[in-house]
């Protein structure tokens, strides 16, 4: 999801906002389509569980490939391709779920691409296809039935219950399905089926490359599965914070206020790594007292605010992260340094000068529709005691059906596959931290972290918003690293990647392996990689 929730959020059109959507980059092998290739649908044999209700071949003869849905998006000077498509049903479910398969006339790498979603769109809109069509891919996605990024029709059924059905497509199993029936029709068009097969996703996506890996091991050789969003049923009521903090304090900060506090963290702790390079190395570490900038003046729209205490404090509150009445800590808040109006946004002001909050659709529906199952519940009366009663609910419901948090990948680990995901330390959506969490429960369940290091690799990226990378934040390619992982044995120590510092400058740094950090050398260029090494938390002094 590479702009879609920060430009949602901020209300600006997807398709006027040049939305960057996901590559799928590796070098291409030679050619492996055979002459005889024909754009024709092949027998498809159904899923355990699934019947086929229909099977489409259609020649597309690529150029110009304009993305759907609200991410909007496009895709230039993309190969002839052949697209299949078939739709899958649950008998007695009700069910329809499409799952489109693009196949290279030509150029053919031997290699296959499943791809994933964002927000509550389960597959990908057309866009990643067309790329990974363009770098030589066979590559498959699902609808899953459901709808795009931000439809929510589907949550609930007549009767005002949760739509188990879908809500299961969603969650795990159209994706693995979408990788079964992908392969066949690989297999079917060119006669012979993949060499390998890898798996690419942000956000959704990246939680649905986590499930892969959980409950389907056997699907992917390699999962580029980046800012996950795993632990979805604590995390999404989670992000919901920030909109009853505000509620509960009756303090609605401008988005100017709130990017003096950002600004104001950055600077006191981007020194931290050795040197003041507009990045926070680790925003763990940061203890910014957002207390003070009280009394200080913020120039907003011709305007001269006055910071208060309470504006402080509900800073405070959404950087700590939802706690119970208790105290007891609930999930992680916004990261310092991230854009704490993601979730914090506001109503433009009234007659009166008034606002309200205003927030994010993802979190806002996933309470008021699957956790409260009332679309006309008024998420501004949630008071810090419901809130945690929310939280909990959600849990009890849904870990099991997608939480995605089951750390034993040890059928994936002995499948020979490999995960890698990197996640940006100011994501402002999905707190790193419970990726990393995720992480160390792996590590504990595997081994250690020498050993899950064999197979599973995370990579925090020093300034970087939800899904920022190959968007508005910087670059990487991940699936070269997975590919050289899988196909050589070439486990990425490091990450290249070229970043955006506070300052709007590029800068190229080599993101480090969790748990290593970057450490500055002290006297070389601060905007290239060179000048930085990856130590262990306790050498970073």
């Avoid at 490939?65 to 739709?87: H, K």
């Avoid at 020979?416 to 995901?421: D, E, I, Q, S, V």
Wanted: hydrophobic fraction near 35%; charged fraction near 15%.
């Amino acid at each position: 999801m590479k702009r879609l929730l920060t430009l949602l959020a901020a209300g600006v059109p997807l398709a006027a906002a040049g939305v960057y959507l996901p590559t799928a980059s590796a070098t291409p092998r030679h050619s492996t389509v055979p002459a005889a290739f024909s754009c024709t649908a092949p027998p498809v044999k159904a899923p355990s569980g699934t019947r086929v209700e229909s099977v489409t071949a259609v020649s597309r003869a690529g150029g110009t490939v304009q993305g759907t849905g609200v991410l909007g998006g496009t895709a230039t000077d993309v190969p002839a391709y052949c697209q299949i498509t078939v739709t899958l049903t649950h008998p007695g479910q009700g069910d329809h779920a499409t799952v489109q398969t693009w196949l290279p006339a030509t150029g053919w790498n031997g290699r296959f691409q499943g791809l994933g979603g964002s927000a509550f769109l389960a597959g990908d809109n057309g866009v990643g296809l067309a790329n990974a069509v363009k770098s030589g891919y066979a590559a498959v996605s699902t609808d899953a039935g459901v709808g795009d990024a931000l439809d929510t029709s589907w949550a609930l059924n007549s009767k005002g219950q949760v739509n188990t059905a879908l809500l299961e497509n969603f969650a795990s199993r159209s994706q693995h399905e979408a990788s079964a029936v992908g392969k066949e029709v690989v297999n079917g068009v060119y006669g012979k089926g993949p060499a390998y097969s890898y798996f690419t996703g942000c956000s959704t996506g990246g939680r649905e490359g986590y499930m892969e890996a959980q409950r389907y091991p056997d699907d992917y050789d390699g999962i580029v599965a980046d800012a996950p969003a795993v632990n979805w049923d604590e995390f999404e009521v989670a992000t919901l914070w920030p909109q009853v903090v505000m509620n509960n304090e009756k303090t609605y900060p401008t988005a100017c206020e709130f990017n003096a506090f950002t600004s104001a963290a950055v600077k006191a702790c981007d020194k931290l790594d050795g040197v003041q390079d507009g990045l926070v190395e680790d925003p763990d570490r940061c203890d910014f007292d957002p207390r003070t900038l009280i009394g200080t003046t913020v120039a907003c729209d011709g305007k001269d605010l006055t910071v208060t205490a309470a504006d402080a404090t509900v800073v405070r509150k959404i950087w700590d992260g939802p706690r119970t009445t208790s105290g007891r800590k609930l999930w992680a808040g916004t990261p310092i340094g991230a854009d704490i109006s993601g979730l914090a946004g506001v109503t433009a002001p009234d007659a009166d000068g008034n606002v309200k909050g205003a927030p994010f659709q993802v979190p806002a529906a996933w309470v008021q529709l699957w956790v409260a199952k009332d679309p006309s519940l008024d998420l501004s009366t949630i008071t810090y005691s419901r809130f945690t009663q929310l939280f909990r609910q959600s849990e009890a419901e849904y870990d099991q059906v997608i939480g995605t948090d089951d750390p034993d990948l040890t059928a994936f680990r002995d499948a020979g596959g490999k995960l890698l995901t990197w996640q940006g330390e100011a994501d402002q959506y999905i707190p790193a931290q419970g990726t990393v969490q995720y992480l160390h429960q792996v590590q504990h369940k595997t081994g250690g972290a020498a050993k899950t290091g064999d197979f599973y690799r995370l990579f925090l990226a020093p300034g970087t918003s939800h899904c920022g990378l190959n968007g508005i934040d910087g670059t990487t390619d991940g699936l070269a690293a997975v590919t050289a992982w899988v196909e050589h044995g070439k486990a990425p120590k490091s990450l290249p990647a070229t970043l955006t510092n506070a300052a709007g400058q590029s800068v190229t740094r080599n993101l480090c392996t969790y748990p290593q950090v970057s450490r500055y050398d002290g006297h070389s260029d601060p905007a290239t990689a060179g000048s930085f090494h990856c130590v262990d938390p306790s050498h970073r002094h």
